[in-house]
């Protein structure tokens, strides 16, 4: 298994993390991403601008505004509620040596309970 | 890595690809779709004429009447939100040569951008 | 393919199944969870009492209060589109012999439309 570091700055905020998983890849048949964390996600989708703000609005907007119990003991129950949804791991094939993404995929590390340091793991199965 | 087209016929709708991966299943213990879009997705669950309509509304729901900024470039904003949090991929053990789906499981297309003719990759870990 | 059987006591709960997954696995680098059902999912998560109710509250949130149409045919509706977007499947590396999981982290069954007995299967790729 292979692990790197992501820094956020922010409460909220999407990055893309595809040149890092890129940069690490090793042969092999399948890649699987796996975040050790419970109050972040990883996704597959496009990184401009315009959505990385529609993301961050619409991943709020199906969690404010609600008294989550959880927010007694610590107050990121909206952080852990949507990354039990989008959830800590994604798998991507790997074709010629490549990561199979799209034209307009990027892989995408979501931090909802930030700013801290991240860990990705990566595991390559042959 | 195997692939295949899926053509759909509407802006949204859900599409049953059983058959299709099963057919092209080589031998393996697991199975991962990919598809390498961002405004569509791949789920499993159950398809009766009832429920897809119901699929369709649902995924509406979460997302409809609100002022998308990516909208202002690409008019499928919708679509993007929608396909980050069910995502692009999805893992299937292989049991005795065959998908080891439940009962009432089919492999699901969610098309959120269509009408389109959009790939689905395959790729057989042994 | 390795298999174990869960009881689930109520319409809507979240249970960790973490233990009954570790103590199952076998040597390899990657454990892929499936379930063969289309009213649960799995997911990954912290579980301590408040945010196992904020869970069940939140995932009924997203679905209540609308006339679906499978409900003319069974009543699950809302239990078979929650598990359309958190879906029946995760992978989770395997290092040194172990789960890759964060200290927070436990492998969540949601029960959505129980109470039942339900099936966990896992594949181990070496």
Chains 1, 2, 3 share one sequence.
């Not at 040149?19 to 419970?38: D, M, N, Q, Y």
């Not at 996704?43 to 008294?67: A, C, H, W």
């Not at 959830?87 to 799209?102: D, E, F, R």
């Not at 995929?105 to 390559?124: A, C």
């Amino acid at each position: 298994m292979d692990s790197f570091q992501v820094k956020t700055s922010k409460k909220a905020e999407v990055l893309d993390i595809t040149a890092e998983v890129s940069r690490r890849l090793k042969p092999g048949s399948l890649c699987t991403l796996f975040i050790p964390h419970t109050t972040a996600a990883l996704t597959i989708n496009e990184f401009e601008p315009n959505i990385k703000e529609d993301f961050e609005r619409f991943y709020s907007s199906l969690v404010k505004g609600r008294d989550w119990k959880h927010n007694s003991v610590d107050a990121n129950a909206e952080a852990h509620l949507l990354s039990s949804i989008i959830k800590p791991s994604i798998s991507i094939p790997i074709h010629n040596g490549s990561l199979a993404l799209g034209t307009w995929q990027k892989i995408l590390f979501i931090e909802l309970d930030g700013p801290r340091t991240r860990t990705v793991n990566m595991q390559v199965i042959k």
